[in-house]
């Protein structure tokens, strides 16, 4: 019996020993590579958690559109989303793998510059307390949003979704499956047809761009 036990145990060893051998081997077998649209969902998710460690530490405050003009370093960040760069796991979560203006580029280290963000943050959430927020389930606070059309620097943000992207099927509100991903207030993301996001009130049928009713 004893030897029994002694040469099950052996067999564990082994096996503790193996399993993370074969996932440094095989780190595509145990660690399956993201779709696009997985991969900017899981984008948002880390923003969002950024966005929560930034207001920890900044009154519950949500950071401004326009944080800074002078002497833009890491500690001194010159809109909302370098704001965000010490909360995040690495500068790749503010590009949607799908979108077509920067496939392949680098992205630009300069907050000013246009490409550091493919996604918008909700301009109405600049400088607002968390509890402003009365439904923050239904409150859209960053999106998927860059059209290659500029203006897409660390202060990227919208107060509501362009008309144009309602209709246009190669704008970033129909670039997954006929429509995109956001992130709310609660921290949760979720993927909408742009014609349920809108700025009235929220209700259980739309989501919105609001903030206080």
């Known amino acids: 019996m004893r030897a029994y036990f002694r040469i099950l145990s052996q067999f564990t060893l082994g096996l503790m020993v193996v399993i993370p051998l074969g996932m440094l081997l095989f780190p595509s077998v145990t660690r399956p590579h993201k779709s696009p649209a997985e991969q900017c969902q899981t984008n948002l998710k880390q923003?969002?958690?950024?966005?929560?460690?930034y207001t920890q530490d900044y009154?519950?405050?949500?950071?401004?559109?326009?944080?800074?003009?002078?002497?833009?370093?890491?500690?001194?960040?010159?809109?909302?989303a370098?704001?965000?760069?010490?909360?995040?796991?690495?500068?790749?979560?503010?590009?949607?793998?799908?979108n077509p203006q920067y496939k392949n580029k680098p992205r630009p280290n300069s907050p000013k510059s246009w490409g550091y963000t493919d996604y918008f943050y909700n301009s109405r959430l600049s400088g607002v307390s968390q509890t402003a927020v009365e439904s923050v389930a239904l409150t859209v606070m960053l999106g998927d949003g860059n059209d290659g059309t500029g203006g897409t620097s660390a202060r990227y943000s919208l107060s509501a979704l362009p008309p144009k992207w309602r209709t246009d099927k190669k704008s970033p509100s129909h670039r997954h499956k006929g429509g995109?991903?956001?992130?709310?207030?609660?921290?949760?993301?979720?993927?909408?047809?742009?014609?349920?996001?809108?700025?009235?009130?929220?209700?259980?049928?739309?989501?919105?761009?609001?903030v206080t009713y």
Not at 47 to 53: D, E, H, P, S, T
């Open 47 to 53: 923003l969002g958690l950024a966005m929560f460690q």
């Open 59 to 80: 009154d519950e405050k949500y950071p401004l559109v326009k944080v800074n003009e002078k002497g833009v370093s890491i500690s001194n960040p010159w809109g909302w």
């Open 82 to 98: 370098d704001a965000l760069q010490p909360y995040v796991p690495s500068s790749t979560v503010y590009h949607c793998p799908s």
């Open 180 to 210: 995109a991903y956001y992130g709310f207030a609660d921290g949760h993301v979720s993927w909408f047809k742009p014609g349920v996001i809108n700025t009235d009130p929220a209700r259980y049928d739309h989501v919105t761009f609001a």
